[in-house]
């Protein structure tokens, strides 16, 4: 370590460059003009201007710039400028209004929410925070995990779980494109690259018409345009797990415009695997999980009110994995697996005038995969500490086979047309749009018996292993309307209305709602909301649902569309020009929750008889069936639920630059519940506590420190009473028919006369009854700034819980040679520092 931070100061050496600043205000007829976007074109230096429409960007390198001021309704405005040594520059601007701009997309990372508008629990990200949060991995979904309301299944997941709702039920959009699988590495990170993304607008509730087919959450994400000013720039992002190429430029042609390309990929398999197989751990021809990307976006325009968009995306996620012969641990896995994810859009913008903006995009998405997998697992009933030096080859009877091909393919086309017209002060939009899905899955499952009698035995296990493959065709059609009212200078109302029809069900909803927006001052705001979502089944959802139902259509004709409703009120202050205080409040109540569907079944009974060893057969009465629950692979409406909290997020923006110090601290208060059965079970991802602080400061103006701390109140699991004998059915016959319970055993060191009995574990009707200690990591980051070579360089230092707290993700549960239950706690990220450098050029 020490050697490594003599390396990180040598080549900070030259970090001290000259720097200059500008300082002004903004105006509109001498009216101060707020949350107006100022930014060096070209780099990565802006700032937004205050309540008082004061501006101030420091520690400009010396050069000459051209300075881009930019605000929706507003004539956005370009000026050259040359930032001297040590000297400050001021500059004073005049904006002319305009009531849409159809140029280059606005940076909003930085801006306050206006008055007018009313939406509620808008959490709007500065990409440039995905880019330096400590322990994110640089991913756009990982830093939003670090917002109120916002939490993580774990460590090793990208998903998002927003107030006490699944993954599922999160739309998610990039580039007005929904997408169904937004994930790379199997959902370590996302397919959203921070230095491509212009603008992230996660709504945790209460969003307006405009978004459908969703119960929960909606995150919107704008890719950014090339930099149309230079005809050739760039920059390069590696780090010891991944590199990341950004190229961009002006339009070569003569119309006016800019392309952008982009490229991520992972070496896993070009530094880990290596050393995994001189280890001896896999066999030399397997292939480490890894994927890469490319994604690129032109634009021609604006001209003549016209601008057209194009959007493409290509990204490949592999995995090949094959267990050594020689290996030293008990369990043999074989896997191949390839993801494919392909975008396609279109966007034609028209502005005839500066009162109308019509919109209209046509896009092709495909997600697409096939997975073989292939395993031999020891017995999880065993203490896998007993078999750590025992030879593979020699554990056969301890092993159980799991095996399952997989086939899907999701594909959409989507034709989309959105209509804004402003009149007066007030901001009318509609849209009208369709889908033509075709999904296709394929399963096929090859399970030992007793593998299987153990799942069935979990209630934390909601797999059905039973084949399934379904070819569906069907549409999803919509129609929206929402008009955005100023009734006051202080009041402002949305009410909107959607239809949707849903081809699957065969049936139409109408879902209304309604937002208000009040300033009780100038600088506390009162947003609320309420409405009404709607969510379709479907195939495309599978990804993040988790557990495989059969939406044939002898099925889906016979469900309803799930359904929600929201109740947002919430308060916002400004307590300065930097720091910024809101609390927010929430209800949201589901309906018609799709579960699998229960039938009555057969269980298996047995108990001890006294005076007899319980670790033999003969301690053990013959197991007679009785009824009992089963899952099916069956959907059907039968579970609801709700979620409701507080949450608080008092935020320290660096607007005018002159302050070392940014960043945030939220704290939510959560209860989320389901009710099934007639039985109420807390969400599996309830987290009563939630508190993140994130701080961000400049040491030197070379050097930045960042710190972030999550604490998580445990989530619920099943913990189970015990153990019991395994049963399964054996063909006492010889007819082909395994039909007769019989207590499992197993021949014990090899003696054929001493056969014992083997257990499952016992979780009787435990469900979630439980909770996992409390989670709690802190992450830290060193990024040193510099310039050489005439390019812009950052190297960082980035830490992964720092304190190596071993947070706990699942136990494993085994049964002792005295039969007592043991248990041992799986856990997440251990202490992993990661070391990178960027260079812009």
Same mark, same amino acid.
């Given at each position: %370590?020490?050697?490594?931070?003599?390396?990180?100061?040598?080549?900070?050496?030259?970090?001290?460059?000259?720097?200059?600043?500008?300082?002004?205000?903004?105006?509109?007829?001498?009216?101060?003009?707020?949350?107006?976007?100022?930014?060096?074109?070209?780099?990565?230096?802006?700032?937004?201007?205050?309540?008082?429409?004061?501006?101030?960007?420091?520690?400009?390198?010396?050069?000459?710039?051209?300075?881009?001021?930019?605000i929706v309704g507003y004539e956005t405005k370009f000026i050259d400028i040359n930032i001297l040594e040590n000297q400050t520059l001021e500059l004073n601007v005049d904006l002319n209004s305009k009531m849409i701009e159809i140029g280059e997309v606005q940076v909003t990372g930085l801006k306050q929410q206006q008055l007018s508008?009313?939406?509620?629990?808008?959490?709007?990200?500065?990409?440039?925070?995905?880019?330096?949060?400590?322990?994110?991995?640089?991913?756009?979904?990982?830093?939003?995990?670090?917002?109120?309301?916002?939490?993580?299944?774990?460590?090793?997941?990208?998903?998002?779980?927003?107030?006490?709702?699944?993954?599922?039920?999160?739309?998610?959009?990039?580039?007005?494109?929904?997408?169904?699988?937004?994930?790379?590495?199997?959902?370590?990170?996302? %397919?959203?690259?921070?230095?491509?993304?212009?603008?992230?607008?996660?709504?945790?509730?209460?969003?307006?018409?405009?978004?459908?087919?969703?119960?929960?959450?909606?995150?919107?994400?704008?890719?950014?345009?090339?930099?149309?000013?230079?005809?050739?720039?760039?920059?390069?992002?590696?780090?010891?797990?991944?590199?990341?190429?950004?190229?961009?430029?002006?339009?070569?042609?003569?119309?006016?415009?800019?392309?952008?390309?982009?490229?991520?990929?992972?070496?896993?398999?070009?530094?880990?695997?290596?050393?995994?197989?001189?280890?001896?751990?896999?066999?030399?021809?397997?292939?480490?999980?890894?994927?890469?990307?490319?994604?690129?976006?032109?634009?021609?325009?604006?001209?003549?009110?016209?601008?057209?968009?194009?959007?493409?995306?290509?990204?490949?996620?592999?995995?090949?994995?094959?267990?050594?012969?020689?290996?030293?641990?008990?369990?043999?896995?074989?896997?191949?697996?390839?993801?494919?994810?392909?975008?396609?859009?279109?966007?034609?913008?028209?502005?005839?005038?500066?009162?109308?903006?019509?919109?209209?995009?046509?896009?092709?998405?495909?997600?697409?995969?096939?997975?073989?997998?292939?395993?031999?697992?020891?017995?999880?009933?065993?203490?896998?500490?007993?078999?750590?030096?025992?030879?593979?080859?020699?554990?056969?009877?301890?092993?159980?086979?799991?095996?399952?091909?997989?086939?899907?393919?999701?594909?959409?086309?989507?034709?989309?047309?959105?209509?804004?017209?402003?009149?007066?002060?007030?901001?009318?939009?509609?849209?009208?749009?369709?889908?033509? %899905?075709?999904?296709?899955?394929?399963?096929?499952?090859?399970?030992?018996?007793?593998?299987?009698?153990?799942?069935?035995?979990?209630?934390?296990? $909601?797999?059905?292993?039973?084949?399934?493959?379904?070819?569906?065709?069907?549409?999803?059609?919509?129609?929206?309307?929402?008009?955005?009212?100023?009734?006051?200078?202080?009041?402002?109302?949305?009410?909107?209305? $959607?239809?949707?029809?849903?081809?699957?069900?065969?049936?139409?909803?109408?879902?209304?709602?309604?937002?208000?927006?009040?300033?009780?001052?100038?600088?506390?705001?009162?947003?609320?909301?309420?409405?009404?979502?709607?969510?379709?089944?479907?195939?495309?959802?599978?990804?993040?649902?988790?557990?495989?139902?059969?939406?044939?259509?002898?099925?889906?004709?016979?469900?309803?569309?799930?359904?929600?409703?929201?109740?947002?009120?919430?308060?916002?202050?400004?307590?300065?020009?930097?720091?910024?205080?809101?609390?927010?409040?929430?209800?949201?109540?589901?309906?018609?929750?799709?579960?699998?569907?229960?039938?009555?079944?057969?269980?298996?009974?047995?108990?001890?008889?006294?005076?007899?060893?319980?670790?033999?057969?003969?301690?053990?009465?013959?197991?007679?069936?009785?009824?009992?629950?089963?899952?099916?692979?069956?959907?059907?409406?039968?579970?609801?639920?709700?979620?409701?909290?507080?949450?608080?997020?008092?935020?320290?923006?660096?607007? %005018?630059?002159?302050?070392?110090?940014?960043?945030?601290?939220?704290?939510?208060?959560?209860?989320?519940?389901?009710?099934?059965?007639?039985?109420?079970?807390?969400?599996?991802?309830?987290?009563?506590?939630?508190?993140?602080?994130?701080?961000?400061?400049?040491?030197?103006?070379?050097?930045?420190?960042?710190?972030?701390?999550?604490?998580?109140?445990?989530?619920?699991?099943?913990?189970?009473?015990?153990?019991?004998?395994?049963?399964?059915?054996?063909?006492?016959?010889?007819?082909?028919?395994?039909?007769?319970?019989?207590?499992?055993?197993?021949?014990?060191?090899?003696?054929?006369?001493?056969?014992?009995?083997?257990?499952?574990?016992?979780?009787?009707?435990?469900?979630?009854?439980? $909770?996992?200690?409390?989670?709690?990591?802190?992450?830290?980051?060193?990024t040193a700034l510099t310039n050489f070579w005439n390019l812009d360089w950052a190297f960082y230092l980035d830490i992964i819980n720092v304190y190596n707290r071993s947070n706990v993700i699942a136990y494993d549960y085994y049964v002792n040679e005295d039969l007592t239950l043991g248990h041992e706690a799986n856990t997440m990220?251990?202490?992993?520092?990661?070391?990178?450098?960027?260079?812009?050029?």
């Amino acid at each position: %370590m020490k050697s490594f931070i003599i390396l990180f100061i040598l080549l900070s050496i030259n970090l001290c460059s000259q720097t200059g600043s500008i300082k002004g205000k903004i105006t509109d007829d001498n009216v101060p003009i707020p949350s107006v976007n100022i930014l060096i074109v070209g780099e990565n230096i802006g700032t937004v201007s205050d309540i008082n429409g004061n501006y101030k960007i420091n520690l400009i390198p010396v050069g000459e710039y051209e300075l881009r001021f930019s605000i929706v309704g507003y004539e956005t405005k370009f000026i050259d400028i040359n930032i001297l040594e040590n000297q400050t520059l001021e500059l004073n601007v005049d904006l002319n209004s305009k009531m849409i701009e159809i140029g280059e997309v606005q940076v909003t990372g930085l801006k306050q929410q206006q008055l007018s508008d009313t939406r509620t629990s808008l959490l709007d990200l500065n990409p440039r925070s995905a880019k330096i949060l400590p322990g994110a991995g640089e991913d756009v979904l990982r830093t939003l995990q670090s917002l109120p309301g916002i939490l993580s299944p774990n460590d090793f997941s990208s998903q998002l779980i927003v107030r006490g709702s699944g993954p599922d039920q999160n739309l998610i959009i990039m580039d007005n494109i929904e997408i169904f699988n937004p994930y790379r590495l199997y959902g370590v990170i996302s %397919m959203f690259n921070p230095d491509v993304v212009s603008d992230v607008n996660l709504i945790s509730g209460g969003f307006p018409a405009k978004y459908g087919d969703r119960l929960s959450a909606v995150l919107d994400v704008t890719n950014r345009e090339g930099d149309s000013k230079k005809y050739f720039s760039g920059n390069v992002n590696a780090s010891i797990i991944d590199a990341n190429i950004v190229l961009e430029g002006k339009n070569p042609f003569a119309l006016n415009g800019s392309w952008l390309i982009s490229s991520r990929r992972t070496y896993y398999d070009l530094i880990i695997e290596p050393f995994v197989k001189n280890a001896g751990l896999v066999d030399e021809n397997v292939t480490f999980p890894n994927f890469y990307d490319l994604q690129t976006k032109f634009v021609v325009g604006p001209y003549k009110g016209h601008k057209f968009l194009f959007n493409g995306i290509y990204s490949r996620d592999g995995v090949d994995v094959v267990s050594a012969k020689n290996r030293k641990t008990a369990d043999s896995v074989d896997i191949n697996n390839v993801t494919k994810n392909d975008v396609l859009g279109l966007s034609w913008h028209y502005a005839p005038n500066k009162h109308l903006l019509n919109k209209f995009v046509v896009s092709w998405y495909k997600n697409s995969g096939a997975t073989n997998f292939d395993s031999q697992v020891l017995d999880p009933s065993l203490n896998r500490d007993d078999f750590k030096d025992v030879i593979p080859d020699t554990l056969t009877p301890y092993l159980l086979n799991f095996k399952f091909d997989a086939e899907f393919s999701f594909r959409k086309y989507s034709i989309d047309d959105k209509f804004t017209y402003l009149w007066r002060e007030n901001i009318f939009e509609a849209g009208a749009g369709v889908d033509f %899905m075709q999904t296709l899955v394929k399963f096929k499952f090859k399970l030992d018996p007793e593998l299987e009698s153990i799942f069935s035995s979990n209630p934390q296990f $909601r797999a059905v292993f039973k084949d399934l493959e379904s070819t569906r065709n069907y549409n999803r059609y919509r129609i929206f309307a929402q008009n955005n009212f100023k009734v006051t200078d202080k009041l402002y109302l949305q009410p909107g209305l $959607r239809f949707d029809y849903y081809d699957i069900l065969d049936k139409a909803y109408i879902a209304p709602k309604f937002s208000i927006s009040y300033a009780l001052d100038d600088i506390t705001t009162l947003r609320g909301a309420v409405g009404v979502y709607f969510q379709s089944p479907g195939y495309e959802k599978i990804v993040d649902q988790g557990i495989l139902f059969d939406f044939s259509d002898r099925y889906t004709k016979q469900l309803d569309a799930e359904n929600s409703l929201h109740y947002i009120l919430g308060i916002e202050r400004w307590l300065s020009s930097e720091w910024s205080l809101r609390f927010e409040t929430y209800y949201k109540s589901f309906d018609n929750l799709i579960k699998q569907k229960q039938v009555q079944g057969t269980e298996y009974f047995t108990e001890q008889v006294p005076g007899q060893n319980p670790k033999f057969a003969s301690g053990w009465t013959r197991p007679v069936r009785i009824s009992g629950d089963s899952l099916t692979q069956i959907p059907t409406n039968a579970a609801f639920g709700e979620s409701y909290g507080l949450e608080f997020f008092l935020s320290k923006k660096n607007i %005018m630059n002159e302050s070392r110090f940014s960043g945030w601290i939220s704290y939510s208060l959560a209860w989320a519940d389901r009710f099934e059965d007639s039985e109420k079970l807390p969400f599996r991802f309830d987290q009563r506590h939630t508190v993140n602080v994130v701080l961000n400061y400049q040491l030197n103006d070379w050097l930045d420190l960042g710190i972030r701390w999550q604490y998580g109140y445990g989530f619920p699991y099943s913990a189970p009473l015990g153990i019991k004998p395994r049963i399964i059915l054996a063909d006492n016959d010889l007819d082909g028919k395994p039909e007769t319970p019989v207590i499992a055993t197993r021949t014990k060191s090899g003696d054929p006369t001493e056969q014992e009995v083997i257990f499952n574990i016992d979780f009787g009707s435990n469900k979630l009854n439980a $909770r996992k200690p409390a989670y709690h990591r802190l992450d830290l980051r060193l990024t040193a700034l510099t310039n050489f070579w005439n390019l812009d360089w950052a190297f960082y230092l980035d830490i992964i819980n720092v304190y190596n707290r071993s947070n706990v993700i699942a136990y494993d549960y085994y049964v002792n040679e005295d039969l007592t239950l043991g248990h041992e706690a799986n856990t997440m990220f251990p202490i992993v520092p990661t070391i990178g450098f960027s260079v812009k050029f």
